[in-house]
């Protein structure tokens, strides 16, 4: 188990503020494509070796580590990869699932069930949240690759997978009814390492790439063991001065 950063700039649900965004962005990657705002996450860039990690496997696919050079790098650009599709360190995350928060009233709507978690004992969505937490510390595990949706060839997001201890986090989130209709069918704990959606240059019309070289490089690649602190309602395209996501509002998990 690896030493937090404590300097760590965690946001906190007494300083909330409405806020306003783009509607017509797009999630690519999780079953039909809807216009998502916002997103429950779990920070993992908390973890300083765990950060190093993720920017090894990126100088390693793209051919900065010339020490052990991989057989397929020349052939990147044919692969439909490049920098600019990689996530960036600073905000590296679990995404429990994606949320539509159409304006600034459902904004503070959300902030304040996180609220009512955070502080509330005596509120029966926290005593649903503790009792599916069992008031344990929660560690997860990311171990191997894998894409979203598709076949390998044709990838938009290539993810580490997740191993939980009981399936405590998706079970809270889908008691307290984050999650929407169907959420089991439509939930998939994940860290993203690659998505298309995130290329720069929009003119070359690429919206997949080919992961079969990466997968048979790093499909059983161990990326460790964490602990989470903490879940947050994320702001998608905007950013706190940590780097990671805008925080809208957290909930603490149990830590002992």
């Not at 690519?28 to 920070?43: A, D, K, Y």
């Not at 459902?106 to 009792?131: D, H, P, T, W, Y």
């Not at 003119?203 to 048979?216: G, L």
Request: hydrophobic letters at 35%; charged letters at 25%; a positive charge.
């Amino acid at each position: 188990m690896e030493n937090l950063n404590h300097k760590w700039d965690r946001c906190s649900s007494s300083h909330q503020t409405p806020l306003s965004f783009k509607g017509n962005q797009k999630q690519i990657g999780q079953g039909q494509r809807e216009v998502f705002t916002h997103f429950v996450s779990l920070p993992l860039a908390i973890y300083p070796d765990l950060t190093k990690n993720i920017e090894a496997f990126q100088n390693s696919v793209l051919g900065n580590n010339d020490k052990d050079p991989l057989k397929f790098q020349s052939t990147l650009a044919e692969m439909g990869i490049e920098k600019s599709i990689f996530v960036t360190p600073k905000t590296f995350h679990l995404t429990v699932v994606m949320l539509k928060l159409e304006n600034n009233e459902s904004v503070v709507k959300a902030q304040n069930i996180l609220q009512v978690l955070s502080f509330s004992e005596k509120q029966s969505i926290f005593s649903n949240v503790r009792q599916a937490l069992k008031n344990r510390p929660v560690f997860i595990r990311l171990r191997g690759l894998e894409c979203m949706s598709g076949s390998l060839d044709k990838t938009r997001v290539l993810y580490a997978p997740v191993e939980e201890v009981g399936h405590v986090i998706i079970d809270a989130f889908e008691n307290v009814g984050f999650a929407g209709k169907d959420a089991k069918s439509r939930l998939k704990l994940h860290a993203t390492l690659m998505n298309a959606s995130y290329r720069k240059d929009k003119s070359k019309k690429m919206d997949t790439f080919d992961a079969r070289e990466i997968h048979k490089e790093f499909e059983n690649k161990d990326w460790g063991t964490y602990l989470i602190r903490e879940a947050h309602i994320s702001q998608r395209y905007k950013y706190d001065p940590n780097g990671y996501f805008h925080c809208c509002a957290s909930l603490p998990f149990p830590h002992k």
